[in-house]
C-alpha cells in the first residue's frame, strides 16, 4: 500500500493500545468529501464497538481480483483486528516460488506445529483464479464467434459461387466473342473482391462500434484488437477468394455454344437434361 497522507502501523498498534485504522482514498472521498480524515474517528459498528482513530489514507489498489475497482476499503492492525483468527502471509521470493513452499510451511511449523495451513498459491495462480468467470465467458463467447465465422463463411461461399454460376451464359458468349480464360476469371475475381471489400468494410466498423459495449468485459485484450480483426479478415477474404475462383473457372472451361444455349434458353446450368424423341419412320 502507498500511503497518501497520515502514518504507517507501527509496533505500537497492539491490542491494549488505542484503536487506530487506515482508509483507502475512496472511501475518504465518500464518508468525509474534501476534509482531511486523519484524526476522525470511525467504527466497524457504533453500537457495540468503539471507535477507532484514522492514522493514515492509503491510495486505492486492486483488492477484490485483477480488475480496477472503487470500493471502499478500512484496515486495522492484525492485533486490534476482531475478525475471524487467521491470517494470510505473503512471502516474496527471488527463487520460484514452488521451490521455497516447503520452507514456508516448515517455517510456520516451527513457530506452532498446530496451526492449519492451507491454500498455498502463487500470486499468478491468485490472478488466475480471479478471472475464473471471465475466462468462462471468453471461452464461450469464442466458441459462439467461431460459429459465427463459420455461418458468414458458408454463406459468403454460396451467395458468390451462385452468382457466378448464373453468369455462365454471359461468360460464354464472352468467350465466343475472343475473350480468354484468365481474362474471365481475373474480372469475376475483382468484381467480388470490391463486393467483399465493401462488405468487410462495413462490417468492421460495426464490430468496432459494438466492442466498445463489452470494453469492461475484457482484460488484456483492447477492444479494436488488430489480431483478432486481422485473423477474421482473412478467412473471409481465403473464403471469397475459393468462392469466386472455382465458379469462374469451371464456368471458364464451358464450351462456348453450350454457354450460349444455356443464355439463350434460360437453362439452369446446375442441370442440364437432353431429352430425345424417337420418331416413326416410313
Given at each position: 500500500?502507498?500511503?497518501?497522507?497520515?502514518?504507517?502501523?507501527?509496533?505500537?498498534?497492539?491490542?491494549?493500545?488505542?484503536?487506530?485504522?487506515?482508509?483507502?482514498?475512496?472511501?475518504?472521498?465518500?464518508?468525509?468529501?474534501?476534509?482531511?480524515?486523519?484524526?476522525?474517528?470511525?467504527?466497524?459498528?457504533?453500537?457495540?464497538?468503539?471507535?477507532?482513530?484514522?492514522?493514515?489514507?492509503?491510495?486505492?489498489?486492486?483488492?477484490?481480483?485483477?480488475?480496477?475497482?472503487?470500493?471502499?476499503?478500512?484496515?486495522?492492525?492484525f492485533?486490534?483486528?476482531?475478525?475471524?483468527?487467521?491470517?494470510?502471509?505473503?512471502?516474496?521470493?527471488?527463487?520460484?516460488?514452488?521451490?521455497?513452499?516447503?520452507?514456508?510451511?516448515?517455517?510456520?511449523?516451527?513457530?506452532?506445529?498446530?496451526?492449519?495451513?492451507?491454500?498455498?498459491?502463487?500470486?499468478?495462480?491468485?490472478?488466475?483464479?480471479?478471472?475464473?468467470?471471465?475466462?468462462?465467458?471468453?471461452?464461450?463467447?469464442?466458441?459462439?464467434?467461431?460459429?459465427?465465422?463459420?455461418?458468414?463463411?458458408?454463406?459468403?461461399?454460396?451467395?458468390?459461387?451462385?452468382?457466378?454460376?448464373?453468369?455462365?451464359?454471359?461468360?460464354g458468349?464472352?468467350?465466343?466473342?475472343?475473350?480468354?480464360?484468365?481474362?474471365?476469371?481475373?474480372?469475376?475475381?475483382g468484381?467480388?473482391?470490391?463486393?467483399?471489400?465493401?462488405?468487410?468494410?462495413?462490417?468492421?466498423?460495426?464490430?468496432?462500434?459494438?466492442?466498445?459495449?463489452?470494453?469492461?468485459?475484457?482484460?488484456?485484450?483492447?477492444?479494436?484488437?488488430?489480431?483478432?480483426?486481422?485473423?477474421?479478415?482473412?478467412?473471409?477474404?481465403?473464403?471469397?477468394?475459393?468462392?469466386?475462383?472455382?465458379?469462374?473457372?469451371?464456368?471458364?472451361?464451358?464450351?462456348?455454344?453450350?454457354?450460349?444455349?444455356i443464355?439463350?434458353?434460360?437453362?439452369?446450368?446446375?442441370?442440364?437434361v437432353?431429352?430425345?424423341?424417337?420418331?416413326?419412320t416410313?
Open positions: 500500500m502507498h500511503l497518501v497522507g497520515g502514518r504507517d502501523f507501527t509496533d505500537r498498534d497492539t491490542e491494549g493500545a488505542p484503536r487506530v485504522a487506515a482508509i483507502n482514498q475512496t472511501m475518504a472521498k465518500h464518508f468525509f468529501g474534501a476534509r482531511n480524515p486523519i484524526g476522525e474517528r470511525i467504527a466497524w459498528d457504533a453500537g457495540s464497538e468503539p471507535p477507532m482513530t484514522i492514522v493514515a489514507v492509503v491510495r486505492d489498489f486492486k483488492i477484490f481480483g485483477v480488475h480496477p475497482n472503487r470500493t471502499d476499503a478500512m484496515f486495522t492492525p492485533l486490534q483486528s476482531k475478525a475471524e483468527p487467521g491470517a494470510t502471509l505473503l512471502v516474496r521470493t527471488v527463487a520460484q516460488p514452488s521451490r521455497v513452499a516447503g520452507e514456508i510451511r516448515a517455517a510456520i511449523r516451527a513457530v506452532d506445529a498446530k496451526i492449519p495451513q492451507f491454500d498455498l498459491a502463487t500470486m499468478d495462480q491468485q490472478a488466475e483464479n480471479s478471472l475464473a468467470q471471465e475466462r468462462l465467458v471468453a471461452i464461450l463467447a469464442s466458441a459462439f464467434g467461431v460459429l459465427a465465422l463459420g455461418l458468414a463463411a458458408i454463406g459468403l461461399y454460396g451467395v458468390l459461387s451462385s452468382g457466378v454460376a448464373e453468369r455462365t451464359g454471359e461468360i458468349v464472352r468467350m465466343a466473342l475472343g475473350a480468354e480464360r484468365g481474362r474471365i476469371v481475373r474480372l469475376i475475381l468484381e467480388k473482391a470490391r463486393l467483399v471489400a465493401v462488405g468487410m468494410a462495413v462490417g468492421i466498423g460495426i464490430a468496432l462500434a459494438g466492442a466498445r459495449g463489452v470494453e469492461k468485459m475484457l482484460y488484456g485484450v483492447k477492444p479494436a484488437d488488430a489480431w483478432s480483426i486481422g485473423i477474421a479478415v482473412a478467412i473471409l477474404s481465403g473464403v471469397a477468394l475459393i468462392a469466386g475462383l472455382l465458379p469462374a473457372r469451371r464456368a471458364s472451361r464451358v464450351e462456348p455454344m453450350v454457354a450460349i444455349v443464355e439463350l434458353f434460360d437453362v439452369d446450368p446446375h442441370c442440364m437432353l431429352r430425345a424423341a424417337s420418331v416413326p416410313g
